[in-house]
């Protein structure tokens, strides 16, 4: 059998992806105009494949290089998204495997070097600050060409259709702030402060005293040159720690912004529980982090995310996150879902990586950029057909006498 015809029966006429192999065949849909090639380049792309039978065999390749995609990749991640194999007959997988099976033995190829596995107890201090290196500490240039001027890596907010990433990226700080209603004076512990960009809003727009805690070496030093040039040093520290390791407390506000993805889902009840100890009475947590849609989708990371991108990460349901947040102590007060949010927010990103393309190769290397590239669409058509979502939840330590100090109706 040609490779091609490898894939057309699982893709289907109906998908509009179009094949072409190292062994000269080609495939292209009866049912519609492809919106992407996918190019497999080499027999040790099925070697992966064969190895690996699923999204973890075909980013082995890609990263690889053996296998490529021409044309929208999230255009391509979209049609796929949207298939189904319950017509591939078992005959028809009883020939893929054969044809496949000794490609495996064949090509005893190693993952590429941008695969990770973690050791150790997991969700340790030492684990996670693994992970933390393998994702964070690679390049803050190589950051700084993806995530634009804003160094926000979090999901952004949207005003309006025609908002630019940087606007979204404010107006999701300036979201963030009004709902701990910061004010001059006060506190704010930020977890998980990656470049620092949450607490220099809050300081440089609302003349608060923030501390910022990250697990990255490379987050820390670059936050804390940007708010040594900002000039915000009496009001902002950036401190390269864990955030179980903070001794200070009695803070009028903590926001957590894409940390609790990291906790597990053992540490969620601890970490909201350590959360609400860290702040006063009356005192505000915005949790902000990607969700399951419902308590039927699984916690663990799809195999190429835990390797390549966030290893031991797990997006839990948000119904029970505010069970857990609840039972630390928490009022829940406010609560909203970013979904679609998320989604443009990756399409901005992604659109970044392209037009620096050549310099971010140079600074992180071509299997590092197309990591990226590979999972900034996947994740986004996971927004776009509700497999994960992005939550924002606001709870309060609620004074004496249970007052909360909300207004009886706040604007957001």
């Known amino acids: 059998m040609q490779v091609a015809e490898l894939f057309r029966p699982v893709l289907g006429d109906e998908a509009p992806v179009a094949i072409r192999a190292y062994d000269g065949s080609a495939s292209t849909p009866s049912a519609a105009e492809p919106v992407a090639t996918v190019d497999v ?10 190895a690996s039978p699923n999204s973890l065999g075909l980013a082995r390749a890609y990263v690889s290089g053996h296998l490529d995609v021409e044309g929208s990749l ?10 189904t194999v319950s017509d591939v007959t078992p005959s028809t997988l009883l020939k893929m ?33 693994t992970a933390i290196e393998h994702h964070y500490d690679v390049s803050n240039r190589f950051y700084e060409l993806v995530l634009g001027p804003s160094m926000a890596y979090t999901c952004a907010v949207y005003p309006s259709e025609t908002a630019t990433l940087e606007d979204a990226q404010f107006a999701k700080h300036a979201l963030v702030a009004e709902k701990l209603a910061l004010e ?8 998980g402060c990656g ?12 003349g608060v005293q923030a501390l910022g805690v990250t697990l990255s070496r ?19 520290e950036i401190r390269h720690s864990d955030y179980r390791d903070v001794t200070e407390g009695d803070f009028d506000a903590v926001s957590s912004i894409g940390l609790t993805e990291h906790i597990g889902r053992r540490n969620i009840s601890s970490y909201f529980q350590f959360l609400y100890a860290k702040l006063r009475p009356g005192g505000r947590l915005l949790n902000h982090c990607i969700t399951r849609p419902d308590h039927h989708h699984r916690a663990a990371a799809d195999p190429f995310i835990d390797r390549y991108v966030f290893p031991d990460g797990e997006l839990l349901p948000i119904g029970w996150l505010i069970s857990r947040m609840n039972a630390a102590g928490f009022e829940i007060r406010h609560e909203e879902n ?25 600074e992180a290397g071509e299997g590092r950029a197309r990591v990226w590239r590979l999972y900034m669409p996947a994740c986004q058509v ?31």
Not at 41 to 50: N, Q
Not at 219 to 235: F, I, M, N
Not at 386 to 409: C, E, T, W
Request: with cysteine; glycine share 6%.
């Open 41 to 50: 380049r080499s027999e040790t792309a099925l070697a992966y494949l064969a």
């Open 74 to 83: 999230y255009q391509a991640l979209t049609a796929m998204s949207e298939l």
């Open 97 to 129: 495997a054969a044809r496949m099976a000794p490609l495996r033995f064949r090509h005893r190829v190693a993952p590429p070097p941008e695969e990770h596995r973690q050791r150790g107890r997991r969700h340790s201090k030492d684990r996670d600050s």
């Open 184 to 191: 001059p004076g006060m506190r704010l512990l930020d977890v």
């Open 195 to 206: 470049w620092g960009q949450m607490a220099m809003h809050a300081a440089e727009h609302h």
């Open 218 to 236: 490379d987050q820390a030093t670059w936050a804390q040159k940007e708010v040594a040039r900002r000039g915000l040093g009496d009001l902002v």
């Open 338 to 362: 970013l979904r679609e949010h998320y989604s443009r927010t990756l399409a901005g990103w992604s659109a970044n990586l392209e037009e620096h393309w050549d310099a971010c190769v140079e």
């Open 382 to 412: 996971g927004f776009d057909v509700n497999n994960i979502q992005l939550h924002q939840v606001l709870g309060v330590k609620l004074g004496p006498d249970a007052r909360s100090g909300f207004p009886l109706r706040p604007a957001y």
